[in-house]
């Protein structure tokens, strides 16, 4: 079997397999997502309609509580006899005649003394049972009742009772009859097109409206859905049988009365629904959309893995001459053959990268070498240097104390003493960078140390007119090192900065964390480092500045390295050099 013929059916069942996991999650993720949304704005919908209606009632609560405090309603102690009452109601009624049936108000026996209907003068309070405080505070006088069809009508009854305001007492009561028909255009307002509809429940479950398309629906109004979901507080949504209703499936948002403060609400529920058959019906039309998609696609995949199996296979010969002309010992590296696709050409980088890490590699050997090169002529020189500079130097302090000396004589003494110091200065140097002292790890504020240094360095930094600060991100930056190394990296970075940094230069070290890291930069505004030398100025004996040693950077770097970090050089904000160096997070108590 060849590599095209493989690579063929694998493309065409993996394109065909893919594609159609691809297909069912997207459909059940379109499904899922219609759903959440539809469902939101059903709940969406039930809580709007829900605050309609308690507003609704609360502005009727809230007129009778206005209208039983006016000097009119006192006409009940004198039965209206100038019908000023009865004008009043009619008035009333008039203004909102959509809203009210018939407004009355009876004496303390229950005698009907005024109406907005004179027909009901002289007779008797209508029967009504259920009667219920409406909710809220200052609203306790405010009583409310449903009168069931059995009453020849629907109607939703307020009733406050009127204080005699000239004694005490009540003289009578105030009745409103709010036409149920106002309930029921606020239900159809909300549904008036498509497939939606809403009902009304009480606390206990009954039905007491609907929106048009349900309204007549027989049995409506001794229906009782105490097997919905009705949630205690704020609004729910979920999918329920609708057999009782006619339907299917059907996806429920139900909302709670909340009440408009200050009015508690009656503890109302209002149901948005919609049939299942049309909240999916866009998801179903997608599926075979999908379906005829699917098969296009197919078709055309069988088209383009033959030619995608051509493209991988050719490539993997070129990949095949390209490792047997590195075995050989190529210079140079081969470019990668054109037309590879992203796992061939991955494979080329990886090759690439390890050719590079090999480098390295190499370049760290040549390094270790010249450093062990350092350790011998460290342990040569400390024997065969230290000795005779010893000498050297108690000579000078016995020349020192001659009584007559002239100056020429002393300042030669003065040459002996600085000569033999820079000496031992470098036989130290050497030392440390060949046998560098193993860390005492301690955990330390980074930025305490930070501080000490600057303030070491801040007396020279002024007579060089350089500014030195540091810079933090805030909080604090604790790192387990050992202090007097990294004391040792700062004054050597800065001490370096300063060296090329002129008048009126700037130096900051600056901390700040990331995700993975601690980082560390110091940064100037001298000439910087070119981008050519920014890997040799950390070998041993290389050195910029006139009389370096070339061996502080080397010192700084295996401190960083000892630590766990790394250090590199780079460009700052000002265009001069920025030496950053990054440790890892540790982990408390490591």
Known sequence: MTTRSVLFRLLFWTMLGTMT?????????????????????????ATAMMQRIDTFLFAHVENMRVWRGLEVM??????????RLSNFLSNLRAGQDTVYDVLLCTDAQGRVVAASDPSYIGGDTPRLSGWRNVPGQGLDAVSMALVSPGAGTRAIVLRSPIVNAFGEGTIGYLYVFLDWRAVQRLLDGAVNRGARNLLLIDRDGHVLG??????NLPGLSRLRLDGWLLPGTGAASYVHDGAGLGYGDLLVGAATSGGYPPFEG???HTLMIEPTSVSFGPIWALLWAM?????????????????????????????????????????????????????????????TEMIQALEQSREQIVRAGKLA????????????????????????????RQADLDERQRELIGFIFSETERLNRLVTLLLECARPNPPDFMSHDLLEIVDSVIALLESRAERAGVSLSRQSDGGDVVLRCDREQM?????????????????????????????????????????GVPVELRQRIFDPFFSRREGG?????????????????????GESAWGGASFNLRFNHQEPGT
């Open 266 to 268: 009656m503890g109302w």
């Open 487 to 527: 004391m040792q990296v700062f004054l050597n970075l800065i001490l370096n900065a300063l060296s090329f940094v002129g008048e009126g230069g700037r130096i900051r070290v600056s901390t700040h964390r990331d995700e993975d890291a601690l980082w560390v930069s110091v940064a100037d505004d001298g000439p």
């Open 291 to 351: 379906v005829g998609v699917l098969l296009v696609t197919l078709l055309t995949g069988l088209w383009i893995s033959s030619r995608l199996a051509d493209r991988i296979a050719s490539p993997i010969v070129a990949l095949t001459a390209f490792t047997r002309s590195f075995r050989q010992g190529q210079a140079l590296l081969p470019t990668m053959p054109s037309g590879a696709t992203s796992e061939v050409d991955e494979l080329h980088r990886a090759y």
């Open 74 to 83: 006192q006409d009940i102690r004198v039965k209206d006899v100038d019908k």
């Open 210 to 215: 609907a929106s048009a398309s349900l309204r």
């Open 549 to 569: 040693i070339g061996l502080g950077l080397t010192i700084v770097q295996q401190i960083v390295q000892a630590h766990g970090g790394t250090l590199s050089v």
């Open 373 to 400: 090169v350092v350790g011998e002529m460290a342990a040569i020189m400390a024997h065969e240097v230290r000795t005779p500079m010893g000498i050297l130097r108690s000579s000078a302090q016995l020349l020192q």
């Open 21 to 45: 996991v691809v297909g069912a999650l997207s459909f059940f993720q379109f499904r899922s997502a219609l759903r959440s949304e539809i469902a939101g704005n059903l709940r969406f919908g």
